[in-house]
Each structure stands twice: as C-alpha cells, then as structure tokens.
Antibody, heavy 122, light 107 residues
Framework: QVQLVESGGGVVQPGGSLRLSCAAS????????MHWVRQAPGKGLEWVTF????????YYADSVKGRFTISRDNSKNTLFLQMNSLRAEDTAVYYC???????????????WGKGTTVTVSS | EIVLTQSPATLSLSPGERATLSCRAS??????LAWYQQKPGQAPRLLIYNASNRATGIPARFSGSGSATDFTLTIGSLEPEDFAIYYCQQRSNWPIPFGQGTRLEIK
C-alpha cells in the first residue's frame, strides 16, 4: 500500500539547519507532486511547500520562503526538505504528503506520513 | 495570499445531530476548496475536494457545498467517530494555506 516515512527530525539550535527525508513506496513516485505540511504543538495545520512530480516547480509558504528548500530524488523515491536559519517558531511535526492528482484532485493531499518532530531550542 | 477563516472555532453537538461547519475565503477561490478531518494523534484525512466531491471511502453523511468565498461542510448525523478537528484548504492560488480549524466536540 501507499506509504510515506519521514526521518531526520530532531533538536536543533536557533539558526541551525536540518534536512528531512521522506521515503515513498506503493505508488509511482515520479508521477506525483509532493507536499510538506507542519503542525506546531497544539496548533493547526500549516502548509509549507510543494514540488511538482518532475521537480520543475516549487512553491513555498511565506513563513519559510528563502530558508527552506524542497527537493526530490525520483531515482530513490525520496522527498527532502532542507531547513536553514531555523527559528523557534519552526518547531513542529513535519508531515510528508502525497498530492491527490487524480480526478481533478490536484494539489490536495490524499496520503500523509506519520510525521517527524523538529524542535528548535537552545 | 488567500486567508481562510473557519467558524465556529468549537462546535459542541451530540451524536445523531447535524453539524454545519463554515469556511470563508478572503477572496474568491471558485470551487477550489477541500475539507480534512484530523483526530488526536493521527494525520489528517481528505474528506471533500473541489467543494463538494467526496474523497474515496468517505461516508455519504459528509457533504460539502459553496463556491467563491463561502463554503460549508455538513455532517448529516453525527457518529461518535466524527468528533475531531476539521480544516479547509484552498488550491486556487499559491500558497495554499489551511484554515485554522474547527473543533467538533461531544456535548
């Protein structure tokens, strides 16, 4: 079945960097756009970024633009999120998520990983 | 950036009752709106897309309506498993934010 497994979370100091990975399986990864969505403790969902199936375009939330970079390796069915200049407000569970795509469902999310926790603290 | 405002913040109802949740966009998103359900400790689940289309496997008691700036998620008769947090999301323009959520709690 479709599976997304995030890794790379941890504790990092303000101003530091972290790289998240998401291993995808159970679907043709190189034909789907992918998202990262985060959720701060006790807070709502925040959409972070999206990358097209072939990596040709990326979109970012204003809160992370210029600091975070999404990328993918279709040969390894893996999605990445490079996070630089981290701030306390970036503390959250980060979900890797698959674009719905089919039947007019593009850019919505139909499959989510379990998430990886990022804590930015000194 | 389009802002989505959900109301009410919290809705207290009993099983069997009808729930009506609202999502308002700061500018028209046409019908490009989805609804998600999130239960504690779980990832969200897509319920409705393009304002009124149920996602695969979603029970018929969930329905969506609306267009432009005003949207509604209706749960026809609440089951115990429906008590959760509900989010809307637009895909009309990048970025594609979520609303702040509506908590549906048991009265």
């Amino acid at each position: 079945q479709v599976q997304l497994v995030e890794s790379g979370g941890g504790v990092v100091q303000p101003g530091g960097s972290l790289r998240l990975s998401c291993a995808a399986s159970g679907f043709t990864f190189n034909t789907y756009g992918m998202h990262w969505v985060r959720q701060a403790p006790g807070k709502g969902l925040e959409w972070v970024t999206f990358i097209r199936y072939d990596g040709s375009n990326e979109y970012y939330a204003d809160s992370v633009k210029g600091r975070f970079t999404i990328s993918r390796d279709n040969s390894k069915n893996t999605l990445f999120l490079q996070m630089n200049s981290l701030r306390a407000e970036d503390t959250a569970v980060y979900y890797c998520a698959k674009d719905c795509r089919s039947g007019g469902c593009n850019y919505y999310i139909d499959v989510w990983g379990k998430g990886t926790t990022v804590t930015v603290s000194s | 950036e389009i802002v989505l405002t959900q109301s009410p913040a919290t809705l207290s109802l009993s099983p069997g009752e009808r729930a009506t949740l609202s999502c308002r966009a700061s500018q028209s998103v046409s019908s490009h709106l989805a609804w998600y359900q999130q239960k504690p400790g779980q990832a969200p689940r897509l319920l409705i897309y393009n304002a009124s289309n149920r996602a695969t496997g979603i029970p018929a008691r969930f329905s969506g309506s609306g267009s432009a700036t005003d949207f509604t998620l209706t749960i026809g008769s609440l089951e115990p498993e429906d008590f959760a947090i509900y989010y809307c999301q637009q895909r009309s323009n990048w970025p594609i934010p979520f609303g702040q959520g509506t908590r549906l709690e048991i009265k």
